[in-house]
């Protein structure tokens, strides 16, 4: 993910006016809190004009039946509180989640719920001990065992120091390219590495290709391909498997038209190189941050030349001191499908019916490397999971979580020899394990803004209802499907939200010799139609129900 931050027209965040204007009373706010005359609080309830809402807009806050508003700044301290002493103060709501099966809401695919690994340097604040794909450990146990459990998945490798990587296929050390650092001149040994390390733990390659340095510093000049042809013979020569590449990473400054012609050349170079098409990797771009007026220019150029398009998102910048307390809100969680939706319009308008799938080619709660303590910690598996079912609404293919290895949001702790699972690590794999492709629509009796509810079909049997509470009560939540069949839960909860140790059922998940534990739900009352869930807890509930609507959803894919 880009590090630095974007000047450009396409700009990696674009929030509402009225967003900009309530940040900016927040850190005013914050300025004078000393200050007894203006308190938080009296600034933030103030009222506030409400903007005219977009499509997406309205088909969220319809979904989850709310308004959507920023938090008091002043309970930031109060997102650490003990799970336990929480549920202690309130009474369980009750509600009923009704889950319509003849409704279709999304699809994804096998390989959904993917995973990237970045080229930043050690000496990128958040990047040491070695979190680069140049130099981090390939043959780490837990590594290696992770990325078994995830096949098959996606292993995406990209990011904004892509652009610099040179491809040393004649072992001189990139002579050849005087201005190359040591850390972005990629050896063939580490590239078979890199391949193999896909290969031998059932995952698909996705390599991002360097689109800046065959510019010779202008812009607006056609990429020059030499380098990457001599990587494609090699890789041809040592029938090395990739399944895809990227080209480019966040150009927005190289001109529209001018990375379509590169995206039409690098085509070209793909059939020369690999002669059988079924051998021949898949072309995605262009790898930026949602402009919809970008793809719907850039679309229709290339729409003979790639296999998949793809989009960044992320909500906020990782070092904005307001996060932990916009992270729990429906707000925050909403903000990433609204910033895409102009992009999924524009691929179901013009691309979809050619048979181009939709990617998110990085994903995570901030860029900017994340935050520490909140990204990677139990308080940002709350979004994760909700980001993950959200994106299968819009009918993205493949989410590829940023990042692996690095920064505040890695899903492996870089710092530990044994590379230890933060709880996204645990999130993904559950996840892939017992979610289906097929999204469907739900409804809740009434209106709870922080009770976030999915259903989908389930990988195993039936239906998977996901109930995440991000909220200071419990819900008492009827599911009226659950009562003729046989139901199972899993229930994710921590200590605090910024704990590591994640708990399944109340025991905690940690690896033992070596060995990411097997998830087991508990089974519930037979005949039962409820299920108690928890304040900051995560709840995937398994019905055996509705096989035939499943069924058939995925015979009409």
């Known amino acids: 993910s880009s590090i630095e931050s974007s000047s450009s027209s396409y700009s990696r965040s674009k929030y509402p006016m009225e967003q900009w204007i309530l940040l900016l009373i927040i850190a005013i706010s914050t300025t004078l809190a000393t200050t007894p005359k203006i308190p938080i609080r009296t600034i933030y309830e103030q009222p506030i004009k409400k903007l005219p809402l977009s499509k997406h807009q309205l088909t969220l806050n319809n979904h989850f039946n709310k308004i959507v508003a920023l938090p008091d700044t002043s309970q930031i301290n109060a997102h650490k509180k003990d799970t336990i002493a929480m549920n202690q103060q309130y009474d369980a709501i ?42 981090c450990d390939l043959s780490n146990p837990m590594l290696i065992e992770f990325a078994t459990r995830m096949a098959p998945a996606h292993i995406r490798v ?50 991002g290709l360097n689109a800046m340095s065959g510019r010779n510093g202008n812009n ?14 090699y890789s041809v020569d040592h029938k090395l498997d990739i399944h895809g590449f990227e080209l480019g990473n966040e150009l927005p400054w190289v001109p529209l038209k001018v990375m379509a012609a590169d995206f039409i050349k690098l085509r070209l170079l793909i059939n020369k190189y690999w002669k059988l098409p079924k051998l021949r990797p898949l072309i995605i771009g262009p790898d930026m941050n949602p402009d919809a007026k970008y793809w719907q220019e850039w679309l229709p150029l290339v729409l003979d030349s790639i296999n998949a398009t793809t989009y960044h998102n992320y909500v906020m910048r990782g070092d904005n001191p307001h996060i932990p307390a916009l992270m729990l809100t429906p707000w925050y ?29 990085e994903i995570a709660a901030c860029w900017h490397s994340g935050q520490k303590d909140v990204t990677n910690r139990f308080e940002g598996s709350l979004w994760y999971v909700d980001a993950l079912a959200a994106r299968v609404t819009t009918n993205t293919s493949v989410f590829c979580r940023q990042v692996t290895l690095g920064g505040y949001y890695e899903l492996l702790d870089r710092s530990t020899p044994d590379y230890y699972p933060n709880p996204d690590a645990f999130i993904s794999i559950l996840f892939k394990e017992i979610m289906g ?18 259903a989908q079909c389930g ?15 419990s819900y008492n939540i009827s599911i009226p499907d659950m009562k003729s069949g046989d139901s199972r839960i899993y229930t994710l909860s921590a200590q605090s939200l910024d704990s590591k140790i994640m708990r399944l059922n ?17 089974s519930l009352p037979k005949g039962s139609s409820s299920v108690l869930v928890e304040p900051l807890t995560i709840n995937f509930v398994e019905i055996d129900q509705n096989n035939d609507l499943c069924e058939y959803a995925l015979e009409s894919q």
Not at 111 to 123: A, G, I, L, R, T
Not at 459 to 473: E, P, Y
Request: hydrophobic content about 35%.
């Open 94 to 135: 009750s509600a009923v989640m009704s889950i319509d099966g003849t409704q279709v809401m999304g699809r994804s695919s096998g390989s959904y719920v993917s995973f990237n690994f970045d080229w930043h340097p050690n000496n990128v604040p958040g990047w040491d001990h070695n979190a680069s794909i140049m130099v």
């Open 158 to 207: 990209g990011g904004s120091n892509g652009d610099q990587v040179i491809y040393d296929v004649k072992g001189n050390s990139c002579k050849d390219y005087p201005k190359t650092p040591p850390e972005f001149c990629l050896s063939m040994n580490r590239w078979k590495e890199i391949v193999n390390f896909a290969k031998s733990t059932g995952n698909y390659l996705i390599f």
């Open 220 to 233: 607006t000049a056609p990429l020059n391909f030499v380098n990457h042809e001599e990587l494609f013979q």
């Open 333 to 361: 969680f909403n903000e990433g499908p609204i910033q895409i939706e102009g992009v999924v319009e524009s691929w179901k308008d013009l691309a979809q019916n050619k048979g181009i799938e939709l990617w998110a080619g």
């Open 437 to 454: 492709t097929v999204a469907f629509n739900t409804s809740l009796s009434g209106i709870y803004p922080k009770l976030r509810h999915w």
């Open 459 to 473: 990988t195993k049997s039936g239906i998977v209802a996901l109930l995440i509470n991000i909220d200071k009560v």
């Open 506 to 522: 109340g025991t905690p998940l940690i690896p033992v010799n070596g060995l990411l534990p097997k998830f087991k739900p508990d």
